[in-house]
C-alpha cells in the first residue's frame, strides 16, 4: 500500500466508505471532497479490500460460533473453550450497531454551537430535541 493522502478529510472518507459503506458519489456529497480525489484514494489504498475485509470479520467470526454451537448440540465435546464461546456470542449479540452515549452528546454539542451560530432560534428548536434523544438512549444503556 502506498502512502496515506494527508488530506484534513481523508480518515473521515476513508471511515465512510469502509465502515459505513458510503459510494463515493455519497461521500463527496456529504464532505465536499471531489469524487475523483475519492476514486483515486480508492484505487491506491484499496478501499475495497479493506472493506470486504471488514465485512467477513463478524461474518467469519459468527460461521465459527454457528459451527461449534451445531457441533456440540449434535453431542460432541466442544472444541472451543466453552467460557470463550460464551464471551464472543455476548459481545456478537451485543454489536447492535449504536454510538456510544458520550460520543452522541459530544456531536449534539459541537453542532449545537455550529448551529447558534446559524441560526439561533433553529438552534434553540434542536436543543430541546437532543435533550429528549439523549435521555432516551441513556434509559436505553441503563437498561442494558
Not at 454510538?99 to 441560526?119: A, G, T
Request: charged share 30%; net charge positive; proline share 3%.
Amino acid at each position: 500500500m502506498t502512502k496515506k493522502p494527508k488530506h484534513k478529510l481523508y480518515d473521515t472518507a476513508e471511515y465512510m466508505f469502509i465502515e459505513e459503506m458510503d459510494s463515493c458519489k455519497a461521500i463527496s456529497e456529504t464532505i465536499d471532497i471531489p469524487e475523483r480525489t475519492l476514486s483515486v484514494w480508492r484505487g491506491k489504498m484499496e478501499w475495497d479490500k479493506r472493506r470486504e475485509e471488514n465485512l467477513a470479520a463478524p461474518h467469519k467470526i459468527r460461521s465459527i460460533l454457528l459451527k461449534e454451537l451445531s457441533s456440540i448440540a449434535a453431542g460432541n465435546k466442544p472444541k472451543v473453550d466453552t467460557n470463550a464461546l460464551s464471551q464472543v456470542s455476548k459481545v456478537i449479540t451485543t454489536m447492535d450497531g449504536t454510538v456510544m452515549l458520550n460520543v452522541v452528546i459530544s456531536v449534539f454539542k459541537e453542532f449545537d454551537n455550529w448551529m447558534r451560530m446559524q441560526d439561533h432560534q433553529t438552534a434553540i428548536s434542536f436543543l430541546e430535541w437532543h435533550k429528549k434523544f439523549i435521555l432516551h438512549r441513556a434509559k436505553i444503556e441503563s437498561n442494558k
